[in-house]
C-alpha cells in the first residue's frame, strides 16, 4: 500500500478511535477487511520552531547558578521564592498571575526574547487529509459439490 495513503487512512480512523472503550487486558481479533479510500491529503514543509518545552529546567537552574559566582547564594534564595510564588499563582489561577503581573504582555515580550534567542530546531509540517473511508462488503464464499 502506498505511504500517502496509509497516512491518509491513520489520520482518518485516528479521530474514530475512543481507546477509553477498551476494557484492560489482551483482545484478540482475526478479521479480513476491504475498504475504498479517497481523498487528498496536503503535507506542509518542515518548519523551524524554538524548543520550549524541550528546556530543561532543574539542569538549566543549575548552570545559572554557577554561573552567578559570587551573587550565587542571594540567588538561590531569590530563585526558592520566585519559585514558590509560581507555584502559588499557577494554584490560583491565571486571573492571579495578570494581577501579580501588572503588565503581562511586557512580561511575556520579555519571555519571548530570552527564548527566541535559543537554537532553533526543525520538526514535520503538518499534514492534512481530507478523505472517506467506506467498507466494501466481501461476498461470502460460495461453496459448490
Not at 514543509?45 to 554561573?67: F, G, K, M, Q
Amino acid at each position: 500500500m502506498d505511504q500517502v495513503v496509509l497516512v491518509a487512512l491513520q489520520k482518518y480512523l485516528k479521530d474514530l478511535v475512543d481507546t477509553s472503550t477498551i476494557s484492560p487486558g489482551v483482545h484478540r481479533f482475526d478479521e479480513t477487511l476491504t475498504f475504498h479510500i479517497s481523498g487528498s491529503l496536503l503535507r506542509s514543509p518542515n518548519e523551524l520552531y524554538t524548543p520550549t518545552t524541550s528546556i530543561p529546567l532543574l539542569e538549566t537552574v543549575a548552570v545559572l547558578l554557577e554561573r552567578m559566582g559570587v551573587l550565587r547564594d542571594s540567588s538561590s534564595q531569590l530563585l526558592v521564592e520566585v519559585m514558590s510564588e509560581a507555584i502559588a499563582l499557577k494554584e490560583s489561577g491565571s486571573v492571579a498571575l495578570a494581577e501579580r503581573l501588572k503588565d503581562i504582555n511586557a512580561a511575556m515580550a520579555r519571555v519571548r526574547e530570552v527564548t527566541g534567542a535559543l537554537p532553533k530546531k526543525e520538526r514535520e509540517g503538518k499534514t492534512k487529509v481530507d478523505a472517506t473511508v467506506e467498507l466494501v462488503p466481501v461476498p461470502a464464499p460460495v461453496v459448490t459439490k
